[in-house]
């Protein structure tokens, strides 16, 4: 897919995954912050950390002042 230029179709991109060599034992995500999630546990707790900064970001919203 190198030099390919985006907007690709569906089935590019599912030809160019097709022809990827699989994944290594080290092939992670990495979260901007530089955490790996590299476990079913990792990946758990970085969820609640979003699910409580969301839910953190929405009070702020609802709670801005306007109201009173």
Do not use: F, H, N
């Not at 699989?22 to 999630?37: A, F, K, N, Q």
């Not at 609640?48 to 306007?66: F, P, Q």
């Amino acid at each position: 897919m190198a030099g390919k230029v985006l907007p690709i179709t569906i089935e590019e991109l599912q030809a160019s995954l097709d022809e990827a060599d699989p994944p290594t034992g080290d092939d992670v995500s990495i979260t901007s912050d530089g955490r790996r999630l590299d476990s079913k546990a990792a990946v758990m707790a970085w969820l609640a950390e979003v699910d409580d900064e969301t839910a953190a970001e929405r009070y702020a919203l609802l709670d801005d002042g306007a109201a009173r």
